[in-house]
């Protein structure tokens, strides 16, 4: 039996770990849900975020009999709610958080920085990551909601607004002496090469689709699901607001409730 996995994240970002997954088991059935209508969700309470988690494992939800596995592709997400959605069902679950220890490990300058959304920036389990694997470099905290705004808006529109990226990162400040910058967002790989032109080219850019995918390809193999890669599963994409005026070619987007 091939695998189906359920990816959930606030917006569109989470497609940049979909791709990986994609490409790491080709064979599985995704479900993409994105919860759009609290979008960002860098803007919300962690008690929200929780609640909202909560509705991907109510008995109603069309995918509610056939999951494997949860990926929830969205830091902020991850960070704050993550143990409390592992307390609700016995599905395994993969969180995406920021990429510090590799950072950390790869940084020539001891000095490194993340950007995020401000809940994953200020989220007590980011500091912890810190302070266990990057002790011995400064790390610069920097916090953008605009740029999840327009990698939406880069993804769904086919346009990309090079100007107000520039300007926001230039409101960043971030430092040059920075040589890894951890996109601690899953919406930021969308717009990755705009940000890696307005900072230059001393800077590495990290995430941490590529680990999920072997953390995900891991679990599988230990609970006995098939991976082929001759063969391609389906795709479904869920929303809880409407998608309009899109010009990508995901088109058939179905709307559910996750309150």
């Known amino acids: 039996m091939h695998p189906h996995i359920l990816v959930f994240d606030s917006g569109i970002g989470g497609t940049s770990v979909l791709a990986h997954l994609e490409h790491a088991v080709p064979n599985a059935t995704f479900r993409y849900v994105m919860d759009n209508a609290l979008l960002p969700y860098g803007l919300q309470s962690q008690e929200t975020i929780i609640k909202r988690l909560s509705g991907l494992v109510k008995p109603n939800q069309p995918w509610s009999e056939s999951i494997d596995l949860i990926v929830i592709a969205c830091n902020t997400a ?146 006995g699901k098939q991976i082929c890669v001759n063969k391609k599963g389906l795709v479904y994409y869920y929303a809880t607001k409407p998608i309009v005026h899109s010009n990508n070619s995901i088109t058939d987007v179905l709307n559910i409730d996750l309150s």
């Not at 000095?111 to 610069?140: G, K």
């Not at 910058?181 to 307005?198: D, E």
């Open 78 to 223: 991850s960070t704050q709610a993550l143990d409390a959605l592992r307390k609700m069902t016995t599905i395994p679950i993969v969180g995406v958080v920021p990429a510090i220890k590799p950072a950390a490990l790869q940084s020539k300058t001891r000095h490194i920085a993340l950007l995020a959304t401000p809940a994953t920036t200020s989220n007590q389990y980011t500091h912890n990551l810190i302070r266990e694997f990057a002790s011995d470099c400064q790390v610069d905290l920097h916090h953008s909601t605009d740029l999840v705004r327009l990698a939406e808006a880069c993804f769904w529109q086919n346009t990309t607004n090079e100007t107000e990226i520039i300007r926001e990162i230039q409101r960043l400040s971030i430092s040059p002496y920075v040589d890894q910058l951890v996109l601690g967002c899953t919406h930021f790989p969308i717009i990755a090469r705009q940000i890696k032109s307005a900072l230059g080219a001393q800077v590495s850019l990290l995430d941490s689709g590529a680990a999920i995918a072997r953390r995900v390809m891991h679990l599988l193999g230990s609970s």
